[in-house]
């Protein structure tokens, strides 16, 4: 079985062998391992010896026995370590198909063959006395046991859930815990591991591995008694019981090893303590000189480089360079480790720190404030006071950076004290040093001085701030003169009220207790509260109408007019007030309490009142519906809620005209399924009874026209119908009957079935609608229908399928003009807040504002269009963005706006170059733009010849330079192949788009 063996020429049968194979033929294991691809690998085959060995034993009785050692689980262990050996003992070829406590009973054995007992605190051992082959099976251990630590710190993909039989999660939940187990043990002697493999890098000697051959002298050394297979090398145990040395390990091969999995380790313990990510540096730079000496895949040193890198570069950024003047200062790790140990006044201070020397981003400190301030959402003790105090430093930072500064400090502000006060100015005067400060700094903190006092009622808290000595510095001596002034002219706004007596002392008469109870009944969300309050109420009081007692309570008219007709009080109070109470909770989005109320006037009414019942029963649906949109919209992936399919489907077959119901469910439920882009049930399948409904008319089409636009073209039928009814919204009422056929001024006879929409609840629609492609159609259509009422062909607005729509209508003087600009606004609102990055529909919104006159605010769409799909401009602009019409409109809105340069610039973008434009816009004196400093954005030879002659002839000597510069580039050379004269001009576009995208957008 010696793996080493020489001319065991390799089994020309490459069949799949089974484990118990190996047992009957000593010298297959060799053979089989020398394939070029063996079936099964030698990881499998581990596997399955060390599965075979430690397989439980049934005894006479059925019982289940622990494995016994004998001379076959001895021989499977031996076979598990030899095909280890053959691997070279490699530990990420192991790890990647043995399982923890495979990897455990493995290396275990190893020891155990290597004189080392289980149990045996290696921390005690002398390392440097034991022979080499023993002291590198310790090593390989402890590696072994950080490297499982750090790899059970990464995430793992959960398994997919799925139907499995009792016994086989029984087995998996047991794995699961012995897993646990063995990782729990190894994470209580971490300790032991570093401080082995620590002493490890002291070693100077050269180590041994074991080699089949050398675990096989050792095993029948260890159990001389037993019968074991024939020795086919010379050797055998000496007096001491050593064995021959195995395969010679490097000191550098060994160091290598060692010191990236101790840097592995104590990278992941950086969070905890800032020193060990220096450890880890260390420890990684080490490891990439001994590569670079030994070579990467030589020997024994199996080192991912790839991930060696990743965790270098992980370094550098977490640490600061040797070049540092302060490498004390280390922001991220240090806040992030105050974090773990709620040392919270450290946060503040490095925060305060970094005002004066800003190194972290605005964007880091804004989503610090964020983790905290959801903490103390959570109820976390200490947060709100933190809270503040951060918000205050990022505050002061955005003042002295000339940065927006949000709403959050105002909020703290609303209940100012003095402690809040003195908090912010003391945070003033540790970031701004007034001698090293910019003027405009300084200006910003003096406006928000100002503000702040003016929003101050308290006299007193007013003075905190103006009795600062950075007050008196940062504001002008008039402009602090003048809002002195002002502060001692106003008047407190508020009177403190007069006292109340204590709850107390108020009488306990029967009318306070009945007052008593109603502000209960009126506070209280709890069902079976109020349920409780009413019955006490109705006990104390008669004829009393308690659904009246407050006018916040509000259900729709529907419902009102189905619950007033009950004859009992109580029951007509109850089901009243639960619904309103339902109602409110479920507007403002408070979905757990709106459930619960729900459910408890569902069960009020079950047995008695089955057309109430129906009535929850839908309420309950709308309620799934907006809880659903409203996790979709927090959420990146949510699954398709297939159970509420089944509930919408059920409530629009079911819809009756005579049952009293909110047209707002059946206009939630037919936004859903579009949203959800459930256009097979819409389109076809939906009921004819429920098509009398408006709003699920207005789906139908708008799911069949979809199906239409994303199927075959030649069907066209359901656009011209959806055309049809959209056309009606904006008609004039009393304009849609002209003609003597009786027709409407679509040319199609109204349907008085289905009423049509008004404008506004076609906007409330659609605005309600998220799915990319619906938005698209609706603003298609719009598109085109202002398009066609404007007639004005210059001012054309570009979208999708803008062609799919009819090119006329019978009666334009029908439309009203108006309200299709407003919707198309509105709706242009809607999709840019849905999707702010979508290209198309910033090019539409571009065009709306172009033809609006709205030069500036297209101007920027047009360029945040061509940004966001280059990538910014990291990659070229598809043609259908920046086509030649939008390059037309670009330059037409420069040249409105001034920027004649910028516009002449923009004339190099056309397929062919409009010289007569560019001409005339270079040669504009007074250019609301950089002027020459746009020069080197200029590709175009001819260009740059017509400015040096015109600058020439007016004497501009230095604009004349800048040209003669521009065009003095080597890559401009006309000489140059078409390739290079391309690149050139690519460069320069994405630089120009650049200067325009900083500028505008």
Excluded at 219 to 247: F, N, R, V, Y
Excluded at 646 to 675: G, H, M
Excluded at 951 to 974: C, F, P, S, T, Y
Aim: hydrophobic residues 40%; charged residues 20%.
């Amino acid at each position: 079985m010696v793996i080493e063996a020489t001319n065991c020429g390799s089994s020309s049968d490459s069949s799949p062998k089974l484990w118990f194979e190996f047992l009957l033929n000593e010298r297959l294991l060799s053979e089989h391992l020398q394939q070029a691809s063996p079936k099964p690998t030698a990881v499998a085959l581990i596997g399955q010896f060390l599965e075979q060995a430690l397989k439980p034993v049934v005894n006479d009785q059925n019982q289940v026995q622990p494995p016994v050692e004998n001379l076959r689980t001895r021989k499977l262990k031996l076979l598990a370590l030899c095909t280890a050996a053959h691997l070279k003992w490699d530990l990420p070829e192991l790890e990647k198909g043995l399982t923890v406590p495979t990897m455990h009973v493995l290396l275990s054995e190893l020891l155990l063959l290597c004189h080392i007992p289980s149990g045996t605190e290696h921390g005690d051992l002398n390392v440097e006395e034991l022979d080499e082959a023993t002291a590198a099976a310790v090593y390989l251990y402890h590696r072994w046991a950080l490297r499982a630590i750090v790899e059970d710190s990464f995430p793992m993909k959960p398994n997919k859930p799925g139907h499995q039989q009792p016994n086989i999660l029984i087995q998996m939940q047991q794995e699961k815990e012995l897993v646990e187990n063995i990782l729990k043990l190894l994470k209580e002697k971490s300790d032991n591991s570093v401080l082995v493999l620590e002493g490890a890098l002291k070693i100077k000697r050269e180590l041994r591995m074991h080699t089949a051959t050398t675990l096989e002298l050792l095993a029948s050394c260890l159990d001389s008694e037993h019968e074991m297979w024939p020795l086919t090398t010379e050797g055998s145990c000496g007096a001491d019981g050593k064995i021959q040395p195995g395969e010679q390990i490097s000191v550098d091969e060994l160091h290598c090893q060692v010191r990236y999995d101790l840097g592995c380790y104590y990278f992941l313990q950086g969070p905890s303590n800032i020193s060990f990510y220096e450890k880890a540096k260390m420890h990684f730079g080490k490891t990439k000189e001994l590569l670079d000496k030994i070579g990467q895949g030589v020997g024994y040193a199996q080192i991912d480089w790839k991930r060696l890198e990743g965790y270098s570069k992980a370094c550098n950024a977490l640490l600061p360079s040797s070049g540092e003047e302060e490498s004390s200062f280390y922001p991220y790790c240090y806040i992030r480790h105050c974090m773990n140990t709620e040392n919270y006044k450290g946060i503040v201070d490095m925060l305060l720190k970094d005002n004066a020397c800003a190194v972290l981003p605005h964007l880091f400190r804004r989503s610090l404030l964020m983790d905290i301030q959801q903490q103390a959402w959570n109820g976390v003790a200490g947060m709100d006071q933190l809270c503040f105090r951060v918000c205050t430093c990022n505050t002061v930072q955005s003042i002295l950076d000339g940065q927006p500064v949000g709403i959050k400090l105002t909020r703290f502000l609303q209940k100012p004290n003095k402690e809040k006060i003195e908090f912010f100015l003391e945070v003033c005067q540790r970031s701004v040093n007034l001698e090293t400060a910019s003027t405009e700094a300084k200006k910003n903190l003096g406006l928000f001085f100002k503000m702040l006092c003016l929003s101050l009622d308290d006299p007193h808290l007013t003075f905190l701030i103006t009795s600062h000595p950075l007050f008196t510095a940062v504001l002008q001596d008039d402009k602090r003169q003048g809002l002195l002034e002002v502060l001692r002219k106003r008047q407190p706004k508020y009177q403190t009220a007069p006292s109340k007596p204590p709850f107390q002392d108020i009488s306990s008469s029967a009318s306070t207790n009945v007052g008593q109870l109603e502000q209960q009944l009126i506070q209280t969300q709890d069902p079976w509260k109020v349920r409780q309050l009413l019955i006490d109420l109705h006990g104390m009081t008669a004829d009393r109408q308690f659904w009246m007692l407050s006018r916040k309570w509000e259900v729709p008219i529907p419902y009102a007019n189905v619950i007033l007709t009950v004859k009992d009080l109580l029951t007509r109070d109850l089901v009243y007030i639960l619904l309103a109470k339902a109602h409110f909770c479920l507007t403002n989005r408070a979905f757990h309490q709106a459930r619960q109320l729900y459910l408890t006037c569902l069960e009020v009414v079950t047995e008695f009142w089955p057309r109430m019942r129906q009535l929850l029963l839908n309420e309950l649906l709308l309620l799934d519906i907006l809880r659903t949109e409203d996790e979709a919209g927090r959420k990146s992936r949510v699954a398709k809620p297939l159970e509420l399919f089944k509930r919408v489907y059920t409530y629009l077959e079911s819809w009756q005209q005579d049952v009293p119901t909110r047209a707002f469910i059946a206009e939630q439920c037919v936004c859903f399924l579009l949203n959800y882009k459930d256009l097979e049930y819409l389109s076809v399948l939906v009921s004819t009874t429920a098509l009398h409904n408006k709003h699920v008319k207005l789906g139908q089409l708008l799911a069949g026209t979809c199906r239409d636009f994303t199927g075959p073209k030649e069907s066209r039928r359901s656009a011209k119908e959806l055309w049809e009814a959209i056309v009606l919204v904006f008609t004039f009422p009393g304009q849609a009957k002209k003609g003597g056929n009786g027709k409407g001024a679509t040319g199609k006879m109204r349907d008085v079935s289905t009423p049509t929409l008004t404008r506004k609840e076609f906007v409330t629609f659609a605005t309600k609608l998220k799915e990319p492609m619906i938005l698209t159609i609706l603003l298609s259509l719009m598109v085109k229908l202002h398009n066609t009422v404007r007639d004005e062909i210059v001012n054309d607005i570009s979208v999708e399928f803008i062609s799919s729509w009819p090119s006329s209508l019978p009666n334009l003087q029908a439309m009203d003009v108006d309200a299709v600009s407003m919707t198309i606004k509105e709706l242009l609102r809607h999709a840019l807040h849905v999707d702010p990055n979508n290209p198309s529909w910033l090019i539409t919104q571009a065009d709306f504002y172009f033809a609006t006159s709205q030069y500036a605010a297209a101007r920027h769409h047009y360029l945040q269009a061509a940004s966001v799909s280059s990538e910014l401009f990291h990659k070229p602009i598809p043609p259908e963005v920046l086509t030649e019409q939008v390059l037309k409109q670009l330059i037409k809105c420069c040249s409105l706006l001034g920027c004649h340069t910028q516009a002449g610039i923009l004339c190099q973008f056309l397929k062919e170059v409009d010289y007569p434009t560019a001409f005339k816009a270079l040669q504009e004196q007074n250019s609301n733009d950089g002027i020459d400093t746009y020069y080197k954005y200029i590709w175009d030879t001819t260009l740059l010849e017509y400015l040096i002659h015109f600058h020439h002839k007016r004497g501009d000597l230095e604009k004349k330079q800048v040209a003669m510069n521009a065009i003095g580039q080597m890559e401009l050379n006309a000489s140059n192949p078409e390739s290079v004269l391309q690149l050139a001009a690519q460069k320069r576009k994405k630089g120009f788009m650049r200067s325009l995208l900083q500028l505008y957008c």
